[in-house]
């Protein structure tokens, strides 16, 4: 860095060259979470701050205020004590960092890296920006809106096409976009055939959905044992089985749906946790990779080729030896 006294801007970071300072803002409103930004962390210790500010953070009580940084920390940790808890971290590589406002007002959750001399911290990736965004709120798949980003929509077609998988089971159903959007998929591949390549979309709120020949829609939670055991009557012995899992997000969900589904996916295929940008998901499949059951997938990084993804390590593998 040069010792002058200049400003510079890359991607949302405005870097300080005097002082040093690398910092990442978004706005947080009350009852949320959402992502700050991605850093890529140097090796060395650097000073790193998490503070709330904008025009009402005066109001703020910092009791509800939380900072997650998965390379720092397995979970939520309060505003208060973050910066002594990263101070002494060391990893390298993109990490994302996430905030969350349990009060009723809103903030802006503010993150500050100060460097040590030599030090260099690369700009965020396109993740954290464009979930921060909410682009992804206003996609829309043949007028049914989406929650997805649309590279992982893409990766879904590209491994329906080399699967042509039987059963897709889809957990956390929305609006139907993803379900109709997999259906449509199963069409071309499929053709005709209507009796293979059939969509079960589980989820607890019953609201009117896109109609498909291809797609079953079952009301209740993923994890009842009811809802499971009308998913699993699908499959069939031999079938190509995909799973999706992409509901309620809580570490301890996931990691029901996670010990429930994994039996169902075929050798070759796939378990796609969605959304591991975000602290349940990414727990859960970090102890599910850790257990006897896991053991039997790996995550596929080649499905992240295009840089910007929402479910970074969830792209799960099933290995073809039982």
């Known amino acids: ?99 969350r406002n349990r009060g009723d007002i809103d903030f802006d959750a503010d993150i500050r890296v100060r460097l040590g001399e030599g030090q260099i911290l690369a700009p965020p990736d396109l993740t954290a920006p464009y979930y921060a965004s909410r682009a992804w709120r206003e996609t829309f798949y043949r007028g049914v809106q989406t929650l997805k980003a649309p590279t992982d929509l893409w ?22 976009g993803s379900a109709l959007y997999f259906a449509d998929i199963l069409d071309r591949i499929h053709g005709e055939t209507i009796t293979t390549g059939h969509v079960a979309s589980i989820d607890i709120d019953k609201r009117e959905r896109p109609s498909h020949a291809r797609v079953s829609y079952f009301a209740g939670s993923s994890t009842d044992p009811a809802v499971f055991a009308e998913a699993r009557d699908l499959v069939e012995s031999g079938d190509v089985v995909l799973v999706v899992l992409d509901s309620d997000h809580s ?30 998901p990414a727990c859960a499949v970090e102890a599910f990779l850790a257990s006897p059951e896991g053991k039997l997938f790996s995550q596929d990084r080649s499905r992240e080729k295009l840089g910007l993804t929402f479910n970074p390590g969830g792209w799960l593998k099933k290995g073809h030896s039982q």
């Open 1 to 99: 860095m040069s010792s002058s006294a200049t400003s510079t801007s890359t991607r949302g970071c405005s870097i300080s060259a005097t002082e040093k300072w690398l910092a990442i803002k978004a706005p947080i409103p009350a009852h949320s979470w959402g992502a700050v930004g991605v850093l890529d962390f140097p090796p060395e210790g650097a000073e790193i701050l998490f503070v709330i500010s904008g025009a009402v953070a005066r109001d703020v009580k910092l009791e509800d205020a939380d900072a997650w940084c998965p390379a720092v920390h397995a979970s939520w940790i309060p505003f208060a004590e973050f910066g002594a808890v990263a101070k002494d971290a060391a990893f390298r590589g993109p990490t994302p960092v996430w905030a």
């Open 251 to 280: 570490t301890p969900h996931v990691a029901d749906e996670l010990r429930l589904y994994a039996p169902l996916v075929s050798p070759g295929s796939y378990l796609v946790v969605e959304d591991t940008n975000t602290p349940g």
């Open 155 to 176: 990766i879904m077609q590209e491994i329906l096409h080399e699967l042509k998988p039987d059963v897709v089971i889809e957990t956390g159903t929305f609006s139907g």
